[in-house]
C-alpha cells in the first residue's frame, strides 16, 4: 500500500512527463492499452456482428432495393427501350418502324440467351397476355427470319403487337427504378395518367395490412389478459408448484407448430371436440355447431395460444423481481387490495407488459403458417400474401414492397410506442 | 379436344390389351454413363407419391448403378427455391418434379434445361419416339411427364339430408338445395373459376374465351358467391380427405389419388365423382447450371425413369395415370392391396366421360390477373 504513493517520484522524469516503467510517456501507453482492449472486445463481437450485417442488414436491404429495382427492361431490350424514348404513347399511333427494328434486333439477342420470356412475365404482372406474347414471339424469331417492314411483320405474329396499350406498358415500365410495385401494394397502379387506384374488385392489400394490425393488436391483448394471472402466479407459488406450472407453460412452447396448429383444427371445426361436448350437453344443438374454424376466431385463438409462452415468460421475470413488501407496505397504509395492486403492484409490471407485448405484437404480425391453416378467408393475414408472390406468383418485387411496408409500419408503431410509455421502460428479466 | 382423346385411346387400349412385353428390362440403368456423378438429388412432393417414386425409379436405378439418392421433399416451392439458387450461382438439386405449369415458369425463366425427346429420353418399346409416346403432354422442351393426375371431387355416402340422391354432374357442387352441407374447394382460382363458368351454361370448349373478358371473370365470381359462405377453402392436397373423413365437409375437391387412398386404403364412407375431373401432368425437369458430371448423370437417370416400363411400374403404388401411351396397356395391381388399378385412374374410359382440360398457357397469362381478382373476392 505505502509504495503505491511513494513512487510517483520516480516515474517523473526531468522533462515533466510523467512516463511508465518502460519508459514511453504515460498517456500514450494508456492510449495503446486502452486501444488494444476496444479492438480486443470489438473482436469479441464481431462474429455476431458480421452475423448480424450478413444475415440480416443486407438481406433487408436487397429485400428494400428489389422493391423499386427494375432493370430487367432496360437489360433486355435496350435499342427499344432507347428508340421508344421518342415516342409519344397518347399519340394514339403505334410507335414507327424503327422501334419494330429495334425490338427484332433486341428479341434476337434475348432470344439467342433465352431471356426474353424473363420479361414476358416481368410484364405480365402489369397486363395479362404479356408473357405469352413474348414466348410466342420469341419462337417466331428463333424459327423464322423477319422480313422488313417489322411493323407488319410482328402485328402478322401477334395483333398484340399493333396495341398501343402493350407498347405504353412497355415504355412506362422501363425506366431502371420503379414505383410501381408500392403502388400494387397500397391497391393503386401507375396508368397514363399517372398513380392512381385499382378497380373496387381488385383492391385487396390495404384490408389485409389493417386487418393484420387489428388482428395482432386483437392476439395482444388477449396474450396480456390469459397471461397476466399466470405469470402472477407462477411468481407467487412455492418454488415446486411454480416449477410444474412452468413445465405446464413451456410444453406446448417445446411442441411443433403445426401440431399444435392441427390440434386446434380437431378442437374447434365443427365436428370437433367443443362442438360435440356444447351439443352433448344441450347447450346448443346439432344444427347450431358454432362456426370456429377457418375464421378470424380460429386465427385468433390457435395464435393467442402458439404466442402465449412469449408474453408469460416476460411477465413472470419481471413479477418476480417485485418485492411482496411493497404490496404490504400499501396495505397496511390502509390501501384496499384493489388499490394495492393498481397503484403498486401493477405499475411495476409494466415494463414485463411492454416487453411481452412488443414481442407478441411482432412474432404476430409475421405469422402466416397458423392464419393459412385455420384462417379460413377472412382470417388471412398480409404475410400469407407475401408467402405467395414469393412462391407461386413469383412476383418478388411486390412480396419486397409488401414488407417493406410492413416493415414501416412495425417502426412506426415501434415509435408511437416509445412515445407513450418509453423504450428504456421494457424488460426482460 | 385433342388431350383427351389421346387419354382415351390410352386408357382404353389398357382396358383391351395385356401386357406387351416383359418386366425387368433394366438396359437403359446398365447402359454406360460416362463423367457421370456419384450422387443424385431428386425433389419431389415426398408422401405416398414419392414413395411410389422411389420404389419404382430410384431403387432399381441404385441397385444397378450404385448411385446415391438424396431426396428432397421441395417440389411446392420448386419454382421459388430454383430461382433463388440460380441467382445465387449454386444449383445444388439435379432432377426436380413439377406440375406442368411450373414448368411452364420454369422454361420462361431459363431456370430449366431444354431436353431432346429424340436422343434423350427412351423411345417406346414398339419404336414410336418419346415425344410421340408423350404426345401434348410434353407441354414444352424442359418438361418430361410422368403422370396424369385430376383434380375431382369426392362426397361422402352417409349424407342423410340428401334423400339417397348423390351427386353426379359438376354442377351439383352448385347446387345448395338438393346437395346441402359445406363443400371444400382449393383456394386458388384455377378450376374452380372453370367449374363455375361452365355451371353458368357455357360450352366446355368456350370457357377460356368467356373468362378472357371481365364480364366473363364476374359472371363466375358471381357463380361462386352462390355458395361462398358454405365453403371451406384448402391449400393443402391432405385437407379435403379429411375433411371429409370429419363430416366438416359433404363434397370436396382434391387430387384423385388423395381420394383413392381416403376411400380404397381408409375405408371411409366416401365416393368419387369424376365428372368435369380437371386433367392435370407431373413430370420432371433438369434445372439450368449444373456441371457436366452432375448434367450427365441426372439425363442418364431420366432416361431410365421415364421409359415405358418404369412409368407403369410406378401405377402399382399410387393411382395415377402413367404420361406415356405405351405405358397404359402394362398397368397392374396395386401392389399392397392388390386391386385392379385401372379403374381408379382418372383416364379410366368410365371415369374420363366428361373431362375438363386445363389450358396452361391461357393461365400462365392470365393467373396474375385473375389471382387478384380472385384473392380480392375471397377476402370481401
Not at chain 2, 280 to 289: A, C, K, S, T
Not at chain 2, 336 to 352: K, S, V
Request: glycine share 6%; charged share 20%.
Amino acid at each position: 500500500m505505502s509504495s503505491a504513493t511513494d513512487t510517483p517520484s520516480d516515474a517523473i522524469a526531468g522533462d515533466g512527463i510523467v512516463r511508465a516503467a518502460d519508459g514511453t510517456p504515460l498517456k500514450r501507453s494508456l492510449a495503446r492499452a486502452l486501444r488494444r482492449e476496444k479492438l480486443r472486445s470489438f473482436l469479441l463481437i464481431a462474429p455476431l456482428l458480421a452475423f448480424v450485417v450478413i444475415s440480416f442488414l443486407l438481406p433487408i436491404a436487397d429485400m428494400l432495393f428489389r422493391s423499386v429495382e427494375n432493370n430487367i427492361v432496360q437489360d433486355t431490350i435496350p435499342e427499344t427501350v432507347q428508340t421508344l424514348a421518342s415516342w409519344d404513347a397518347d399519340s394514339g399511333e403505334l410507335p414507327d418502324e424503327r422501334v419494330f427494328a429495334a425490338l427484332y434486333q433486341d428479341l434476337q439477342i434475348a432470344v439467342e440467351k433465352r431471356i426474353h420470356t424473363r420479361l414476358g412475365s416481368r410484364l405480365n404482372y402489369e397486363k395479362s397476355g404479356m408473357s405469352g406474347l413474348f414466348r410466342k414471339t420469341g419462337r417466331d424469331v428463333r424459327r423464322t427470319e423477319a422480313v422488313a417492314p417489322y411493323k407488319e411483320w410482328f402485328i402478322a405474329i401477334d395483333e398484340d403487337w399493333g396495341d398501343i396499350e402493350v407498347w405504353a406498358v412497355i415504355k412506362r415500365y422501363s425506366p431502371p427504378y420503379t414505383p410501381g410495385y408500392f403502388l400494387n401494394a397500397v391497391d393503386a397502379e401507375l396508368t397514363a395518367e399517372g398513380a392512381a387506384m385499382k378497380p373496387e374488385n381488385e383492391r385487396i392489400y390495404l384490408t389485409l395490412f389493417w386487418r393484420t394490425l387489428v388482428m395482432s393488436l386483437m392476439i395482444t391483448l388477449s396474450c396480456l389478459l390469459l397471461g397476466y394471472p399466470i405469470g402472477y402466479l407462477l411468481s407467487h407459488l412455492p418454488a415446486r408448484s411454480a416449477n410444474l406450472l412452468m413445465i405446464l407453460v413451456l410444453l406446448p412452447f417445446w411442441t411443433s407448430l403445426l401440431v399444435r396448429t392441427s390440434a386446434w383444427k380437431v378442437l374447434l371445426q365443427q365436428q370437433g371436440v367443443i362442438n360435440d361436448f356444447l351439443v352433448w350437453i344441450n347447450l346448443i344443438d346439432d344444427a347450431g355447431r358454432l362456426v370456429m374454424i377457418n375464421n378470424q376466431t380460429g386465427t385468433i385463438i390457435a395464435m393467442t395460444h402458439i404466442l402465449l409462452p412469449f408474453m408469460i415468460l416476460p411477465l413472470y421475470s419481471v413479477m418476480q423481481t417485485i418485492s411482496p413488501s411493497y404490496v404490504r407496505a400499501a396495505k397496511s397504509l390502509g390501501a384496499s387490495d384493489w388499490t394495492a395492486f393498481w397503484r403498486v403492484y401493477f405499475p411495476q409490471t409494466v415494463p414485463g407488459i411492454g416487453a411481452g407485448a412488443i414481442l407478441v405484437f411482432i412474432l404476430a404480425i409475421g405469422y402466416y403458417i397458423t392464419p393459412e391453416l385455420v384462417g379460413g378467408t377472412s382470417g388471412i393475414f398480409i404475410s400469407n400474401r407475401i408467402a405467395f408472390h414469393i412462391s407461386t406468383s413469383l412476383n418478388w418485387g411486390l412480396a419486397a414492397a409488401l414488407g417493406t411496408i410492413l416493415l414501416l409500419l412495425v417502426l412506426a408503431l415501434f415509435y408511437v410506442y416509445d412515445r407513450i410509455v418509453g423504450i428504456d421502460n421494457v424488460k426482460l428479466g | 379436344m385433342k388431350l383427351k382423346t389421346l387419354l382415351m385411346a390410352t386408357a382404353a387400349a389398357g382396358v383391351l390389351a395385356s401386357p406387351a412385353f416383359a418386366e425387368g428390362d433394366m438396359s437403359l440403368a446398365e447402359a454406360p454413363c460416362e463423367n457421370c456423378a456419384d450422387e443424385l438429388t431428386v425433389v419431389s412432393w415426398g408422401g405416398a407419391y414419392q414413395t411410389s417414386q422411389i420404389k419404382a425409379y430410384s431403387e432399381p436405378y441404385a441397385e444397378a448403378t450404385g448411385v446415391t439418392f438424396v431426396w428432397d421433399e421441395s417440389s411446392a416451392e420448386a419454382v421459388a427455391k430454383l430461382r433463388a439458387m440460380s441467382e445465387a450461382g449454386n444449383v445444388t438439386w439435379d432432377v426436380v418434379d413439377v406440375v406442368a405449369s411450373d414448368a411452364i415458369r420454369l422454361c420462361d425463366e431459363g431456370l430449366a434445361i431444354e431436353i431432346d425427346g429424340a436422343t434423350e429420353l427412351a423411345p417406346a418399346p414398339d419404336g414410336t419416339s418419346a415425344d410421340d409416346d408423350f404426345g401434348v403432354l410434353r407441354v414444352n422442351e424442359c418438361f418430361v411427364p410422368q403422370i396424369v393426375y385430376s383434380t375431382t371431387f369426392g362426397y361422402r355416402t352417409d349424407v342423410a339430408e340428401w334423400n339417397g340422391a348423390v351427386p353426379d354432374d359438376i354442377c351439383d357442387i352448385f347446387d345448395l338445395e338438393a346437395f346441402p352441407g359445406k363443400r371444400s374447394l382449393q383456394r386458388r382460382p384455377i378450376d374452380n373459376m372453370e367449374w363455375a363458368t361452365y355451371c353458368n351454361g357455357t360450352p366446355k370448349d368456350e370457357i377460356y374465351d368467356v373468362l378472357s373478358t371481365d364480364e366473363g371473370i364476374a359472371a363466375a365470381l358471381a357463380k361462386l358467391d352462390t355458395i361462398k359462405d358454405e365453403v371451406v377453402w384448402w391449400t393443402a392436397g391432405a385437407e379435403t380427405p379429411q375433411l371429409l373423413a370429419d363430416g366438416e365437409v359433404v363434397m370436396g375437391s382434391t387430387f384423385n389419388g388423395r381420394l383413392f387412398s381416403a376411400i380404397a386404403e381408409q375405408d371411409q364412407p366416401i365416393a368419387m365423382m369424376w365428372d368435369m375431373q380437371s386433367f392435370d401432368l407431373d413430370g420432371w425437369i433438369i434445372p439450368e447450371g449444373l456441371d457436366e458430371a452432375r448434367l450427365n448423370r441426372a439425363k442418364h437417370f431420366l432416361k431410365f425413369a421415364t421409359d415405358t416400363q418404369r412409368l407403369a411400374d410406378q401405377a402399382k403404388y399410387i393411382s395415377y395415370g402413367p404420361a406415356r401411351a405405351s405405358s397404359a396397356p402394362l398397368v397392374g395391381t396395386h401392389a399392397e392391396l392388390g386391386i385392379d388399378m385401372a379403374p381408379h385412374m382418372p383416364t379410366d374410359p368410365a371415369n374420363a366421360s366428361n373431362v375438363h382440360n386445363y389450358d396452361y398457357t391461357w393461365w400462365a397469362d392470365n393467373r396474375d390477373d385473375i389471382d387478384a381478382k380472385f384473392q380480392a373476392w375471397l377476402v370481401q
